[in-house]
């Protein structure tokens, strides 16, 4: 069943307070909830719950008996079997968390589905086991029957009775004591903020004080022996809390925040009100067990998760289409957090990274769809890298069309207009037209115009006046054929003949389909640098010789366009290669090699130009020019080109992976810099000697950085077996670093072979499909394996669907999410195509198929 934006209705009953008790049993948990209602004089009606896989026990309003009717989905009470005034709602229900193999409402990690029947023997829930929620978007519902909507906001009460030593919820603490504990939280929330934990749980404990000089305790709660990993989370929460105040002049409003690593969770991490809820792989962090990818994206998400708290929280969403609200502008926020707690520079060009690879994937594919959706069957199919990061791109759109100051005064102006509200995206740009007096009709069509524009450029040079012509124009997405020009802030600098800038940085606002920009009074033609900070998420198509762009990456001022060029020769070096076997040019070599090993430029950066295109990118390009991508040819030339390289830089090679050794560890944007050079050193190096350099390293590590890229870059060379052996060894115990283990072997494997490898870790005493981290380490590698997953016997396919049919009976969330895998399969040969739709509907016609995964592969299928 499809549910529309248009369709919006307010509810029949507002909610004043809740109250809610939890009896906590592993099968056969008890909930009783007290909940006010006030009618809706606005929109009256019957009073209607929402409520899935809940056994009821009892029912009362005004604590008398009352008719309703229940289904599958629902609680209904007619109107007029209710009083008109304000009345309370009483209902006791039954719940079996631990067999809730969806993670989704409350269930227990880990599972023990097998675990004996209440009563029968066990009675008590592993010596390891915790209870945990996840309601967002609509698990609550699972738990109690509910208004499980995002505008009924109201304060919860809630009372956890379990013999467990820590229970947590929402809020500030209240009464506890052996057997129980009480929480309350004052603050009105949707009920997708609800959270509950209890578990047999310590502490890392941390305090704050707040600008205004409120204490609030801090806690990340772990499992017993993960509590050394969380020193790093910690600071990260801290330095959030005083980034908040300093940059947005937000305050934390209670006297808790806790936050609990859980192993069994669907995504990265979630905000509920004063209790987030983390993925442990995305909080513990230690410097023998985590790399720097692993530090950076932990602090990122507990910046992300604490955001919220204004951002989502405070002021949350009316519906869920509007989820790019809190979504995307938290995002934006995290984003801006990690660039000044590391660097702008280096922080831009990895988001453009993954937009590139994730966003702009979808919008080029079957599964396109608007920053803010008009329609959805399964919302949890929403959580989009088009919702979360081109949502944060059209914020930095917005940000650099109004400037920074009038940005400051809108964000304001709508924490002050919405504080304690559900609202939509049309009150958020409210805030800014109001502000700035600015009509942002066009601009709005951000938000409901799918695809990815791509932007031409003409360049003219008369009589000292340089002009840029640009083209726009948005290609068709699934259900929307004809676009509209939108709003493109293009930056733009002009450098001179001599590479000195003569332009600096200027914006320039396109709204028509074609529109020229000049630039007066120049006494040489310059060459332009255009779409500089990545400012807009646009293709840009612009004709470029190879010199033209050595040029601009020798002399640009903006680091993103720096390495932009790079990126370009580099990539039309690999197509030539996949086209026709054109071996590089020596401009690129070159350019590479002085990049390099100019070492007045940080070596995050260098290790970043010297990173090739990805397989799948190679594709798209090659797809969107009108060419069938080979995906072995694909594979094949990337290696030449590394090989090439590798023999070309043979001489830089030793020295820069010896001067990039950072020393003692610390997960700081510096030390991370230099192992990420000195590793993409030695991926290379590992081409030509044997592995000597890279076994060596292995040995000596005392960081998971190192000890993984020393493994990684044996694998990628088809070495490693005992590294990998003695790593599965050192590692068994800790499910996080062996989440790597599984995962590496399948991302490094030779294209003939990535099924196979699949294949047989999924035998593995320790894979199991029912922890999603685990799942995604063999299927997700395989997935992001380009030339393994497209290998041309189909074995990858074949094998990723049966895992994802049999996934979709326990965890209908992550299996949605990892049929993604299959949304490139129209650009692909007649053969390819044939045995993915092949696949695709066979899981398609799998019997009670999810509607989940339903609307995933129905959508992928249509292209
Ligand atoms: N709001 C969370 C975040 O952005 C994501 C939770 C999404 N969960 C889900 N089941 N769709 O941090
Ligand atoms: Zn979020």
Known sequence: QTIYLKDYQEPHHWVRDVHLTFRLAPRATRVLSKITFVPNVQNPGD?????????????????????????????????GDLPTAPFTFEAEVEISPQTNTALEGLYMSPLNVEAPEEGERESQPGQNAMYCTQCEAEGFRKITYYPDRPDVMAPFSVRIESDMPVMLSNGNPGAFGPGFAEWHDPWPKPSYLFALVAGNLINHPGGFTTKSGKQVELNIWVRPGDEGKCAFGMQALKDSMAWDERVYGREYDLDIFNIVAVDDFNMGAMENKGLNVFNSSCVLASKETSTDANFERIEGIIAHEYFHNWTGNRITCRDWFQLCLKEGLTV????????????????RIEEVLTLRARQFREDNGPLAHPVRPESFVEINNFYTATVYEKGAEIIGMLKRIVGDEAYKKSCDLYFERHDGQAVTIEDWLAAFADTTGRDLAQFKQWYSQAGTPRLSVEEDWQDGTFTLTFTQSTPATPGQSDKKPMVLPIAVGLIGPNGAEVVPTTVLEMTEATQSFSFEGLGARPTASILRDFSAPVVLEREMSAKTRAFLLAHDTDPFQKWEMGRMLAKDTLIAMIMDGTPPANAYLDAIKTVLTDDSLDPAFRALTLGLPSQDDLAQT?????????????????????RILAAHLREVLPALYVENDAGAFAPDAEGSGKRSLRLSALSLLTLSDGGATARALYKRADNMTEQAGALQALLSAGLGEDELADFAAQWQDDRLVMDKWFMMQVASAAPDQAADIAKSLTQHPDFTMKNPNRFRSVFGALAGNHAGFHASDGKAYALLADHLIALDALNPQTTARMSGAFETWKRYDADRQGMMRDQLERILATPTLSRDTTEMVTRILSA
């Open 622 to 642: 090659l797809y969107d020019a009108g060419v069938t991508p080979d995906p072995d040819k694909i594979y094949a030339a990337r290696e030449e080109v590394r």
């Open 47 to 79: 009073l209607i719950l929402d409520g899935e896989g809940l056994r009821l026990i009892a029912v009362a309003v005004n604590e008398a008996i009352v008719p309703y009717q229940v289904t599958d989905t629902h609680l209904v009470i007619k109107s």
């Open 332 to 347: 934006y926020r995290d984003q801006m957090f990690s660039g000044d707690m590391r660097s702008h520079a280096v922080k």
